[in-house]
């Protein structure tokens, strides 16, 4: 009788063995949401809108003729040659945030630029690298809020820097969400060697250093004038790595979002604490207690005399004889 003809190896034909990343779904569904999206917003497209001459005046008037140009330049490329309609509602625009569309604070990150296919492939054979492993320590649902609490770290900070720059290109890109993952990889295993653009082996803490060494650069040339706000605020993924640095110094966990975000426990906490201002709860006063009062109406009656009693202190002398009975 051959091997195939036994049932347990019947079984594992049958079932084709354990699926692709079948211990971290997590990771495996972000990526595929992810390759989904940016195949939407390659096929999704429809007619350009060219940047108007009031917009181009305001950009001139901020930043300068060239400046002004390269920025039109850029906006016009990214989002007007081929406009996508993923792309209008998904990426990280600064006043449609301050319009009400908020989710655009988390769902940028599942866009990428189209014209850099690179960017996206990069992000997630990172994802894949390095989610995977760390969903396996934290489990499915940490791993997914920290990835999504990450980007909205990064989210918030562009925002941030939108309250005092014109930001005429949105945000998108999983970076911010990816250097997150470095960080928190990074305190588990810096000594781990990985080859960075799968040629040159470079350890991870090494090459965490090199990004963090490049932000810092745009920020000193920055805040010496040599460069414009304007590109860092397009790094604002350096604020993951202390928000990675800290989660993982201070141990937090974040899969308790999901109940507290859960609307049904939050529906019947609400009723909990409705039904508990309507219950009046009976505590019975305790018998030292009620020694102590009597003691002081024996003692006011000594002073002033029985009449000075109120009803109240009546009752309670009277309480206090019938426990007296009973103990009897």
């Not at 308790?256 to 049904?264: A, I």
Request: hydrophobic share 45%; glycine share 6%; proline share 4%.
């Amino acid at each position: 009788m051959g091997s195939s003809n036994r049932d347990y190896m019947q079984d594992e034909y049958e079932t084709g063995g354990p699926s692709w990343l079948h211990d971290a779904p997590t990771t495996k569904w972000l990526l595929i949401i992810t390759v989904a999206v940016f195949f939407l917003q390659t096929v999704l497209t429809h007619s350009p809108r060219e940047m108007g001459g009031s917009s181009y005046a305001l950009l001139d008037g901020v930043f300068g003729s060239t400046a002004a140009q390269a920025i039109q330049s850029v906006a016009f490329h990214s989002f007007n040659t081929h406009p996508s309609y993923i792309e209008d509602w998904l990426p990280l625009s600064v006043h449609k945030v301050f319009q009400g569309q908020i989710w655009r604070l988390v769902t940028f990150i599942f866009c990428h630029d189209r014209d850099n296919p690179f960017n996206v492939v990069f992000n997630m054979v990172a994802l894949w690298y390095l989610g995977s492993t760390l969903e396996r320590m934290y489990g499915s649902r940490e791993l997914l809020w920290f990835y999504l609490v990450s980007g909205l770290v990064c989210g918030l900070v562009f925002t941030a820097f939108g309250m005092f720059l014109i930001l005429p290109v949105p945000l998108m890109g999983s970076n911010a969400c990816v250097m997150a993952l470095l960080t928190l990889y990074a305190t588990h295993f810096p000594r781990q060697e990985i080859l960075f653009c799968w040629i040159v082996p470079i350890q991870i803490r090494v090459l965490l250093f090199i990004y963090i060494a490049l932000d810092v650069y745009w920020i000193l040339q920055a805040y010496s004038g040599r460069t414009p706000w304007l590109t860092v605020a397009y790094s604002s993924e350096i604020a993951n790595v202390a928000f990675a640095y800290l989660y993982y110094k201070n141990n937090w966990r974040l899969g308790g979002l999901s109940d507290v975000l859960n609307v049904r426990n939050v529906q019947r906490s609400m009723r909990r604490a409705s039904t508990a201002r309507r219950l009046k709860v009976f505590q019975p006063e305790s018998t030292s207690s009620l020694d102590e009062q009597v003691d002081a109406i024996l003692a006011k009656i000594h002073e002033q005399g029985s009449e000075s009693l109120t009803d109240r202190e009546r009752s309670i002398l009277q309480r206090a004889s019938e426990q007296a009975k009973d103990r009897r």
